[in-house]
């Protein structure tokens, strides 16, 4: 399938989004809980000094003294006293919000970044199961943005949206709450004046959704330009290409630029707007306050305390404002993880799927056909037998479908109609683990994993022993190559095992076979010409890996497909020739024989005239 940039299908369903999302925030309820209830103080103690300018300034500046009782007692504070402490309750009290601001911090970073990696951990299990076309379909970027940028913006998403959530609300409530205390008639105008202004938020929500999604877009063909940069930087420096890419990377960014100033544009001009609104409020506010106090309804300290809170209110509210209108992202960035938990890979285990162990008599293709994309047929109407221990050379022309047709043996692709069958029983009715780990494969490119060379041989069979691996390199022929090395076996090889040449990543690839030893050998020859020391070479090592085993083999070099015991003309996704290579040469203007007289015949004489010169 192939993925979307933007939204899924179910971006939109909240309720069953939360109910998927649900098994994932369940472990750390306790601690989101606790973050919740640490943010309610800590929201609330915003008024705090907002509170304290009432008394100071009718009791410190107004130089009166506070009498109060406590318990029957009658208490009183000087001016003076006060002076002193209300200025100490308002550091101590930010030193308590800070204490409170920490501590929900904390929770929330680490809620936060375990319920990602929860996440992630469940998405990467799903990638490295997904069947080949599917990595055939989706680019590089697309994959990194939706498999390991989304989990960090739901989740997290969700936890600080918690968090700025409560904080935000309980700050307001509690600036509302002094604001109610210095003149509940001032609260009034003051909150109708700020939901008034806060009204354009609404409206810009959707333009802000279409730009992200655009930006989401435009990200992921980045990644992928940076990767082909990276993987393709030989053909890029061959071809001159580097102009190309930086057009590319040039236009993209300035695209991403473009989308988000036409968002400024357009939604820039909110918060100018916001602030003029806020403005009559304030100005409003002045002027009844100044009537309410000059009227002996409202002292001179409530009107300092309900105005600072006033303006301090701004801020939660905006906060709270932005985290709604954010809060869509997240569920979009859920229903697009979601969409990739639901993705079943189209390769699986029938339901009873039984162990494959070894192969007893031959591998049989009945009828198959078989189309990478629909109504393009790849394969048609194949008829093959392949007797165990037989080693079949596969040649035709480029394009005409080899590669496709031993892909279809350790089920990379299943077939559209037909039957391969091995024993006599269909591959689909194996395990596809037991199927796969009867093949060992040689692929005509070699990837080879950042690590040691020893790790990329043991990965043939990680439980091998010392003996084993000794003699698996041995028949690779790569013995005196390993000697050669600083570290040996230890070597590290770069990220795609660049180090190495194309002889040399091909053997190792063939120990990593050999270290397998399954009695399915698939090779697909490299094509690339090898000078004649190392093509000597890389035949003694295939040689060895092909020994006893039942051996499709790719060839494009006239002594392997001699060696074999029959060979498979392929052309344009039809066996238009089976035979040994006397039988086949027997034909009169057949396809193996013009194939022969145009490729090959001239390796036979080169291979003649070198046994004359000997
Ligand atoms: N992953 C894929 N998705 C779609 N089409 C594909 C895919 N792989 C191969 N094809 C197409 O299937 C056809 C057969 O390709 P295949 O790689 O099997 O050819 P081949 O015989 O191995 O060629 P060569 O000798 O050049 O390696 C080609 O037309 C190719 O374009
Ligand atoms: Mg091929």
């Not at 994959?143 to 935000?168: E, F, H, L, Q, W």
């Not at 102009?243 to 820039?268: A, C, I």
């Not at 390199?473 to 590290?492: C, F, K, N, R, V």
Request: charge should be neutral; include cysteine; aromatic fraction near 10%.
């Amino acid at each position: 399938m192939k993925l979307s940039a933007t939204t899924a299908q179910n971006s939109f369903k909240y309720g069953w989004l939360l109910s998927r999302i649900w098994p994932y925030i369940k472990p750390y309820m306790f601690r989101i809980i606790l973050g919740f209830l640490v943010a309610i103080p800590l929201g609330l103690l915003d008024g705090v000094t907002a509170f304290a300018l009432k008394p100071y300034m009718d009791y410190v500046i107004g130089g009166k003294s506070f009498e109060f009782s406590l318990l029957n007692h009658p208490f009183v504070i000087t001016s003076v006293q006060m002076a002193v402490i209300l200025p100490i309750g308002v550091i101590l009290f930010a030193a308590i919000q800070g204490v409170l601001r920490y501590t929900n911090g904390y929770l929330s970073s680490w809620t936060s970044a375990h319920i990602t990696n929860d996440v992630k951990f469940d998405l990467f299990e799903r990638l490295i199961h997904m069947h080949p076309q599917f990595f055939d379909e989706n680019s590089s970027g697309i994959i990194i943005s939706r498999y390991m940028g989304d989990p960090g913006t739901a989740s997290a998403g969700i936890v600080d949206n918690i968090k700025t959530i409560t904080t935000s609300l309980f700050g307001a409530l509690g600036l509302i709450a002094v604001m109610l205390y210095s003149s509940w008639k001032l609260a009034i105008i003051g909150v109708v004046v700020l939901c008034v202004a806060f009204l354009p938020v609404a409206l810009i929500r959707k333009r802000i959704k279409a730009a992200s999604n655009k930006n989401m877009v435009i990200g992921g063909n980045i990644t992928t330009n940076i990767n082909e940069t990276y993987n393709g930087n030989k053909v890029m420096a061959a071809y001159g290409l580097q102009e190309r890419q930086n057009k590319y990377f040039k236009d993209q960014t300035w695209e991403s630029y473009n989308v988000g100033m036409s968002l400024y544009k357009r939604s820039g001009w909110m918060s100018p707007l916001m602030y003029l609104i806020a403005s009559f409020g304030i100005a409003t506010v002045l002027g009844v306050g100044t009537y309410l106090i000059n009227s002996g309804q409202m002292t001179a300290g409530s009107f300092a305390s309900f105005v600072t809170s006033l303006l301090l209110l701004y801020k939660p509210v905006k906060t709270l404002g932005n985290t709604l209108t954010g809060i869509q992202n997240i569920f979009v960035a859920m229903g697009r993880i979601f969409e990739l938990f639901d993705l079943e890979p189209e390769i699986k285990d029938s339901p009873n799927a039984r162990e494959l162990k070894g192969l007893n008599e031959s591998i049989k293709f009945e009828n198959v056909e078989f189309e990478y994309i629909p109504n393009h047929p790849v394969l048609k109407n194949l008829n093959l037998e392949v007797k165990k221990n037989e080693t079949l050379a596969i040649v035709g022309n480029s394009g005409g479908g080899k590669s496709t047709l031993v892909n279809l043996l350790p089920r990379f692709y299943d077939i559209k109609s037909g039957a391969i069958k091995f024993d006599g029983t269909d591959i689909r009715e194996y395990t596809i683990e037991s199927l796969r780990q009867n093949i060992s494969m040689v692929f005509q490119d070699n990837f080879l994993f950042s690590g040691t060379i020893r790790e990329n041989i043991m990965m043939g069979n990680p439980s091998a022993s010392e003996q084993e691996l000794r003699q698996a390199i041995e028949s690779a022929h790569l013995q005196e190559m390993i000697a050669d090395l600083p570290d040996g076996l230890e070597s590290m090889l770069g990220e795609r095992g660049l180090t190495l040449s194309g002889g040399q990543r091909q053997r190792v690839a063939i120990a990593r076979a050999m270290l397998r030893n399954a009695p399915i050998v698939i090779l697909d020859e490299a094509t690339s010409a090898l000078d004649n020391e190392s093509e000597a070479i890389v035949q003694k090592a295939m040689d060895n890996l092909m020994k006893n085993r039942t051996v499709f083999i790719i060839a494009h070099r006239l002594s392997t497909i001699k060696n074999a015991n029959r060979i498979a003309v392929i052309n344009e996704g039809e066996l238009v020739e089976l035979g040994t290579h006397e039988e086949l040469m027997s034909i009169p203007e057949g396809e193996y024989k013009t194939l022969y007289e145009m490729q090959f015949k001239k390796q036979d004489t080169e291979e003649e005239s070198t046994i004359g010169a000997l």
